[in-house]
């Protein structure tokens, strides 16, 4: 019974979303997203432009109605308690606006004033989140002359102003060159470390499998996968893929290890950006029906077939390689 004393009471999800619906005229935007985020999560929210992350953050941040389906922040229903969402969240769009002759100080203290933090505290907020995102040196420049790199640190600082539990990062990185990407990922390391609930969106994998605690890949409006990062690799370990060189006749080598009834799958391996394979080689890709069975029987195959083997070894998963399976046919 929730409130009795000795009985532990489970804390609302920090972010919840149920059937989710979004439409503009014909277009569906968004379509039926489920979404649960637990106090302290990172999630990854993954997909290419137009996918509906932004609308989805929108919604959260209650500055967009669903079409149908509801949203909660912090355990209440983002409509109808708009004060609330405001302070439990903070929302860092993609685009910062245009503020001319304002300094970077002043553009905080003006947010510090709209979140009504007194007047006595702005000084000093203000200062805490310029140490935070690395900007103290920057106080006195103009909003308009930061790098863009400056500029997304800016605007992480202002969602941090009223110290929200909740972040929902719009493509913090994007349009960064790599020194001020690695930049932005310790800062939200560090937010991470300070306790933060974090829905970023991104649609670039790699810049947030690393830190994400969970991921999920939006396709125009659909979310096709979603998980903890172990869950997600759990699953593709499910199917794991054998890595197999051979020298001569790939066509054959192919003919050869479909024969044998244990291989779901044989075929060419997609090429290694940055690596050549050696003079002479091929190397394919075979899956087993049983995940379980040893690789070993397709080199007795492979020699009883003739055929000359350089290597045989389970490849190594990757997030990427993960996600790209995972997906496999149902992105269109
Ligand atoms: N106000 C609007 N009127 C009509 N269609 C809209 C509107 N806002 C968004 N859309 C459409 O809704 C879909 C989802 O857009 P959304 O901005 O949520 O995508 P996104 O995943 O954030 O993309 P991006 O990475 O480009 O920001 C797109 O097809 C977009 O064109």
Redesign the pocket.
Known sequence: MPGQPGVAVSAPPAISTQNLT?R??A?C??DSLNLELAAGDVFGFI??????????M?ILAGLLEPSSGSAMVMGKAVAGNGDFVRRQVGYMP?FIGVYEDLKVSEYLEFFASAYAIPRKQRKSTVEQVLELTDLKYKRDALVDSLSRGMTQRLSLARVLIHDPPVLLL??PASGLDPRARIEIRELLKELQRLGKTILI?S?ILSELGEFCNKLGI?ER?KMIVQGTVEELMDRARAHPIISVTIMGDAERAIGVLKSDGRVDRAELAAPVPGSMPAPGTTTLSVVLHDPDQHHGFLAERLVAGGISIDSIHPEKLKLEDVFLRLTKGMVQ
């Open positions: 979004k503009y005229g277009l935007a968004l997909g290419p432009n137009g996918a509906g992350k932004s609308t989805t929108k993609d719009d493509e969106s649609h939006i409006g």
